[in-house]
């Protein structure tokens, strides 16, 4: 059993060498990820260097919604970090953190949002060039291997592929279902669903259960139009918002030397398991279930996203299938060199590079993903 102080996570010695710097640094992912945790473990010995604000809290929209430096300089006294928590709930809050980036440059300024939708669109712009910015996501495979070993967490992964791999689910054996199912309705009900434009909860909830049964499948919005009962716009404006808020991701399809390859395609995956299985509803043991396979195949890709972001790899991913139903589940390109796996739940499926790709494209490795060997990848 893992406990929350023998987990160490990736991007914490990342951003350790970012302190001290001329840019803020923003710390991106959804609720409950572990932001908070990770901040007060970069700061835990420097209680009087700090200053904490929580954008949640009134008394933290109210000191900012006039933003002067003289008054923060007051304010911060002899801080020299100033820590802004779920950030995106205060207005304007990119050109507030700009004026005080601009005027006390001996600041070191850090925000957290668990938003991108919401904090990208109010910081990005004002801080063009003014900050690091790094995402956060459910613990991954390797740090959880890191924290205790990778057999012990490759035992577990019939309970990943159920569970999820949340902070609080890894942390409390036995309350896993009821944590995650807390989780999702907090991600539907309390944060999305509030903002300003979302206005047809039903149909939101429906487009969610929609996507978590179409994992590994090509999406269309037009069928999923006719499906929930919105338009397509809707639909695409729903799927970006899921997207921001870091509950699903697009995988888009791989297309540059053949006439029948899939072009405009895309899948969407779930960043956690847990999150998918809680909104439909269904935590059968992953060896009793006729979906295992879309499990893994989700559980795989989204750990390939997570190492991305946890190790600073500005790598692209796609899916490849062409109109004669030729396919590899998942491609990334490195320095023009492309990686192929095809992820296969059975250990004793056969693979191989479908005839047409390897006719048309070179400088590729292709790799047979199953749950024997996957952890290989993930390290």
């Known amino acids: 059993m893992y406990t929350t102080d023998m987990i160490t996570r990736k991007l914490e010695q990342e951003i350790t060498l970012r302190l001290g710097g001329k840019k803020a640094i923003v710390v991106l992912g959804a609720r409950q990820v572990g932001k908070t945790t990770l901040l007060k473990s970069l700061f835990s010995g420097d209680r009087h260097g700090v200053f904490w604000l929580n954008g949640d809290d009134a008394d933290t929209q109210e000191l900012m919604r006039s933003v002067s430096a003289d008054r923060f300089r007051a304010l911060l006294g002899n801080a020299k970090t100033l820590v802004v928590d779920e950030a995106q709930r205060i207005p304007d809050i990119g050109l507030k953190l700009k004026i005080l980036i601009d005027q006390i440059p001996s600041i070191q300024i850090v925000a957290t949002g668990s938003s991108s939708f919401a ?47 949340y902070p609080e689910v890894v942390t409390s054996s036995g309350d896993e279902q009821a944590i995650i199912t807390g989780l999702a309705n907090d991600y539907l009900y309390k944060d999305i669903l509030t903002l300003e434009g979302i206005h047809k909860a039903d149909k939101l909830v429906n487009l969610v259960k929609a996507l978590a049964y179409q994992i590994g499948s090509e999406v269309s919005y037009n069928e999923l139009s006719r499906l929930i009962g919105l338009d397509v716009k809707t639909i695409e404006k729903y799927i970006t918002i899921l997207e921001q808020a870091f509950i699903v991701f697009r995988l888009r399809s791989f297309s540059r030397n053949m006439r029948n390859e899939l072009k405009h395609s895309r899948k969407i995956y779930f960043y956690d398991n847990g999150i998918r299985n809680a909104v439909i509803r269904n935590f059968s043991p992953a060896e009793l279930r006729g979906d295992v396979g879309s499990l893994f195949e989700n559980y795989f890709i989204a750990e390939m996203q997570k190492k991305r972001d946890n190790n600073g790899d500005y790598s692209q991913s796609w899916f490849w299938r062409t109109t004669a139903q030729q396919e590899i589940d998942y491609i990334e390109e490195r320095d023009g060199k492309l990686s192929l796996f095809e992820i296969k739940w059975n250990q004793n499926r056969k693979a191989s590079v479908p005839l047409s790709f390897s006719n048309n494209y070179d400088n590729y490795v292709y790799n047979v993903v199953n749950r024997e060997n996957y952890y290989e990848f993930l390290q």
């Open 119 to 165: 904090l990208a669109n109010k910081i990005n712009e004002p801080l063009t060039g003014r900050k690091w910015e790094y995402r956060l996501h459910p613990l991954s495979f390797a740090e959880l291997a890191a924290s205790k070993n990778a057999l012990y967490e490759k035992r577990l992964l019939p309970h990943r592929l159920v569970y999820g791999s």
